[in-house]
């Protein structure tokens, strides 16, 4: 069946500028996730999502940083004023949730951010 | 807060040879385990799970782990290695709460793994 899908794979954008990053999940996942990934700071969490709502955005850098999803369905990370720092791979994940359980996240192939 | 310790960053092996990635974990509750993989310009892919049950997990591609709670440890094993195993390793860890809500996953910062002809 389909991954999770997220554009655009590549982003060059320059500095101070806004971008946004979309995740579409796992039909029927009801959990979602932003990670990103860089050299120096590894595998980092950003915000996770449960139906529409966050009950963790702990991982946000700043308040440059936000995240909606609607529907329950489709995300967007949004990157406001853009630094040469946030250059990463932003990685999206989903997982199945029911019972008060969560499942195995699933990842999509990311999406490489480049701040000149 | 959990953290996740990989203590190889960089291991070199011939093929056939047997692999053990080591993975520890620091958390007072209990835990899911995972290993992640990386393949070369492909994205995260779940190579084993640990929910509860049986310590010692089975994945895919031959590869299995072990649970051993005294030691809050997760290492990764496997018996022969193949040049197509070259790639990337990430131990991964999240609470599993009584919440009733899912929880983020927290990495180790991963092991490359180099296999020789």
């Known amino acids: 069946g389909a991954g999770v899908s997220q554009s655009p794979s590549n982003k060059v954008t320059e500095k101070g500028k806004d971008v946004e990053l979309r995740c579409d999940p796992i039909?029927?996942?009801?959990?979602l996730y932003w990670y990103r990934q860089s050299l120096g700071q590894g595998l980092e969490f950003l915000i996770y999502?449960?139906?529409?709502?966050?009950?963790?955005k702990s991982g946000l850098p700043s308040d440059r940083f936000s995240a909606e999803r609607t529907g329950g369905s489709v995300s967007t990370l949004t990157i406001q004023r853009t630094q040469q720092e946030d250059s990463a791979v932003y990685l999206c994940?989903?997982?199945?949730?029911?019972?008060?359980?969560?499942?195995?996240?699933?990842f999509g192939p990311g999406t490489r951010l480049t701040v000149t | 807060a959990q953290s996740v310790s990989q203590h190889n960053h960089h291991v070199i092996l011939s093929e056939a040879a047997s692999l053990e990635l080591g993975c520890n974990y620091s958390?007072?509750?209990?835990?899911?385990l995972f290993w992640y993989v990386q393949y070369p310009g492909q994205h995260l892919q779940l190579l084993l799970k640990?929910?509860?049950?049986?310590?010692l997990v089975k994945g895919i591609k031959g590869f299995e782990a072990e649970f051993i709670k005294s030691k809050f440890s997760f290492n990764l094993r496997k018996p022969s290695v193949q040049w197509s195993d070259t790639a990337e390793y990430f131990c991964?860890?999240?609470?599993?709460?009584?919440?009733?809500?899912?929880?983020?996953?927290?990495f180790g910062t991963g092991t490359r793994l180099q296999v020789t002809l």
């Open positions: 994940a989903s997982s199945f949730f029911a019972g008060g359980s969560s499942y195995e996240q699933y």
């Open positions: 958390y007072g509750g209990t835990v899911n």
């Open positions: 640990y929910f509860s049950g049986d310590p």
């Open positions: 999502f449960q139906g529409n709502s966050a009950p963790d």
């Open positions: 039909s029927g996942h009801t959990a």
């Open positions: 991964a860890v999240n609470p599993r709460p009584n919440t009733g809500t899912a929880s983020k996953l927290t």
